[in-house]
């Protein structure tokens, strides 16, 4: 029966090999099986530029180009991720889709987002996401030089930190309503996305209707893969 692999929040980093190890496995021996393989944000913990050429980013890129060869590949930005460029993307034989993407997965009308912009109670981070995804600032920070961007993650990484110990479980993780009004808005009857860590599958209503949202876990301590297939929702792990 066919099927299709969802994933996200991988947060590949040099300093976490065995992650790299989990995803590479599951690309070579599990993904190929697949009909489609969409990255729905966070693949790397943090991405300064597609001119921020690595072997480590070369290594990624090839093993997705060779899954690439097998089926389709799609991904959307994450809040780690989003100054991934067409550049590396063509690189890795990733089709990019826009950060809210509508698909019929098996006859559902299915909405497919990283998810971070649905956590409207995190003021703060809204302010950041709003300023980041717009037209000025990417262009001024990929105009820096790449030390200097490295060390902006690098400080940003530790921020991100400390305001997130701060913050109370509910805001950092989605807004009911604001949910119900992203779905109504795009008349889909299920959506998928990851960012809160936080797997699960959730029966809601939607335009009166029963509706379904799907949350991918991370990465951090094993390896999440959504399986979905015409009769089957399986949310799995991949053990390190």
């Not at 009909?35 to 070369?58: R, S």
């Not at 690098?154 to 930190?161: M, T």
């Not at 805001?171 to 009004?181: G, K, L, Q």
Request: neutral net charge.
């Amino acid at each position: 029966m066919p099927f299709t692999y969802f994933i996200s929040d991988i947060h590949l980093s040099e300093s976490r090999s065995d992650i790299t190890d989990c995803l590479i496995a599951f690309l070579q021996n599990d993904a190929p099986e697949a009909e489609a393989l969409y990255v729905l944000g966070d693949l790397f913990e943090v991405w300064i530029g597609d001119d921020d050429v690595t072997p480590f980013n070369d290594k990624i890129a090839a093993a997705f180009r060779a899954v690439s060869q097998k089926l389709p590949v799609f991904f959307i930005h994450g809040n780690r991720d989003f100054a991934i460029r067409k550049g590396w993307a063509d690189k890795a034989g990733m089709t990019l889709l826009p950060e809210q993407a509508v698909i019929d997965l098996y006859g559902i009308r299915t909405l497919l987002t990283h998810g971070d912009e649905l956590c409207t109670r995190d003021i703060a981070y809204q302010r950041f996401r709003k300023k980041s995804r717009g037209w000025w600032w990417p262009r001024l920070m990929l105009a820096l030089p790449l030390w200097y961007r490295r060390r902006v993650a690098r400080n940003g990484r530790e921020e991100s930190k400390q305001n997130q110990m701060a913050l109370k479980p509910e805001i950092m993780d989605v807004t009911p309503e604001e949910v119900v009004r992203v779905m109504e808005h795009y008349d889909a009857e299920q959506m998928i996305h990851g960012h809160t860590h936080r797997p699960n599958i959730h029966l809601l209503k939607v335009n009166g209707k029963n509706a379904r949202r799907i949350v991918l876990g991370d990465w951090y301590d094993q390896g999440s893969i959504l399986r979905v297939s015409p009769t089957d929702i399986q949310l799995e792990s991949r053990k390190f």
